[in-house]
């Protein structure tokens, strides 16, 4: 039996809440196609470059793999192609450790240099590096039919993720058909203490190991909405184990909001989330919360029972 919090509401608000699943949500659910991507992308922060001074120096690790990662992290939306000098000051590393990176990378096809400019550019071999990890895992391939489903019966988009440190990483989705305001594709990070999904992620850990996660990295207001104190964000989370979801208006995007509910594995352990992103010009958050929670919390209920232990 699961020790988890996840689904401890009050009898009135888990009645209503599974009636409505109930009534929205076929037994086998089918197995519906994704629909088409949008265009505008919102990039994923890139992570902060270590300073080859503060990684590790014991026998086994291998310094020039890790400059060869850090240099495949450089790139990203705002910086798809890269003079050499460019390239060493976002990995954090001398212009002679990046030449030799780069030279590597070229030689086994990850980088090469766009034909134009002559800038160099992250190639398509990069994105087998992603691919082989989401493949193998678990979680999406349980997830893919609900996700669907979810996206149909709501009409808004459907998103799996797990943690990644002080992050959440998209690694599924589903979209709608209709305008969003904000495209987050897979591979997407949000920060835990303003998404729904880190919000419904890190209201299933202890308490002290959630507010230890908040506390390990800045909590800048991405706009008005956004609440900025670890405090604050306890308070929500404490909302989320009585109601079995998380919320966010507003707080990551403008025109943005999240109903989110936590995926459990096989012993209870909580490994991550699924979220909807209705927009605000379509939906009122109490609305939202009414009509499109219940869905929500019955697809993660949905994806827990067929993960594994690990």
């Known amino acids: 039996m699961r020790t988890s919090t996840a689904h401890r509401r009050s009898p009135d608000t888990a009645a209503s809440a599974e009636a409505a699943a109930r009534s929205t949500s076929p037994s086998t659910p089918p197995a519906y196609p994704p629909v ?37 992290c450089a790139f990203n939306a705002a910086h798809r192609s890269m003079t050499l000098a460019e390239i060493a000051q976002a990995a954090g590393m001398t212009k002679a450790s990046a030449q030799r990176s780069v030279h590597t990378l070229q030689a086994v096809g990850y980088i090469g240099k766009h034909p134009s400019t002559r ?47 002080t992050h959440m990483v998209y690694l599924a989705q589903v979209l709608t058909t209709q305008h969003i305001p904000v495209l987050t594709p897979v591979g997407t990070q949000v920060p835990l203490y303003a998404s729904s999904c880190g919000r419904a992620y890190l209201s299933q850990l202890p308490a002290p190991e959630a507010r230890a996660l908040l506390q390990q990295a800045p909590m800048p207001a991405r706009t008005r909405a956004t609440l900025t104190t670890v405090d604050a964000v306890m308070e929500r989370l404490a909302l989320c184990q009585q109601t079995g979801y998380a919320t966010n208006c507003e707080e990551l995007f403008l025109g943005d909001m999240g109903i989110a509910a936590p995926v459990f594995n096989a012993r209870g352990v909580v490994v991550g989330a699924i979220h909807l992103a209705p927009p605000t010009s379509r939906w009122n958050m109490a609305d939202a919360q009414q009509a499109l929670a219940p869905l929500v919390i019955e697809c993660a209920r949905a994806v827990s029972q067929l993960l594994p232990a690990d």
């Open 36 to 72: 088409a991507a949008l265009s505008a992308a919102v990039p994923a922060p890139n992570p902060t470059p270590v300073p080859t001074s503060d990684l590790p120096s014991d026998s086994l690790f291998n310094l020039s793999l890790a400059k060869g990662l850090q240099v495949l």
């Open 119 to 165: 800038r160099f550019v992250l190639l398509p071999r990069v994105v087998e590096l992603g691919f082989n990890y989401l493949e193998a895992h678990p979680m999406i391939s349980a997830a893919h039919t609900y996700l669907a489903q979810l996206a149909r019966q709501s009409g808004e988009t459907a998103t799996l993720s797990e943690p990644a440190g």
